[in-house]
């Protein structure tokens, strides 16, 4: 069974940056994709940030400011966030899609979420 879990939340000042961190544990073949959401008080998930293999893509509310990244011999997935904002507080979220062989051994497909890390950027 695949597990993420993210780290590195908490608070920063606008202007500032913070560096969240996503290690995937348990059995699994490979990694399809890896993704970053977020989701302000009020409102809903926001994907924000994609990696898979050399296709990167973001959210326009994070381009330019956010970079994520992953370290492939050590599956864990980053996010760096820069000139943060106040906007920018929400539960940041991290999800991958993951090929695993199951007890038959066929080889199956998994969406995994982390549970969460809170982000609060003040002015």
């Known amino acids: 069974q695949v597990q993420l879990v993210e780290s590195g939340g908490g608070c920063g000042q606008a202007g500032g940056a913070l560096r969240l961190s996503c290690p995937a544990s348990?059995?699994?073949?490979?990694?399809?994709?890896m993704r970053w959401y977020r989701q302000a008080p009020g409102k809903q998930r926001e994907l924000i940030a994609t990696i898979s293999g050399s296709n990167i893509q973001y959210a326009d509310s994070v381009r330019g400011r956010f970079t994520v990244s992953e370290d492939i011999f050590t599956n864990i997935l980053y996010l760096q966030m820069d000139r943060l904002k106040p906007e920018d507080t929400a539960v940041y979220y991290c999800?991958?899609?993951?090929?695993?062989?199951?007890?038959?051994?066929?080889?199956?497909?998994?969406?995994?979420w982390g549970p969460g890390t809170l982000v609060t950027v003040s002015s």
């Open positions: 348990g059995n699994f073949n490979s990694i399809h994709t």
């Open positions: 999800n991958g899609g993951f090929y695993y062989a199951g007890a038959d051994r066929v080889t199956r497909f998994s969406e995994v």
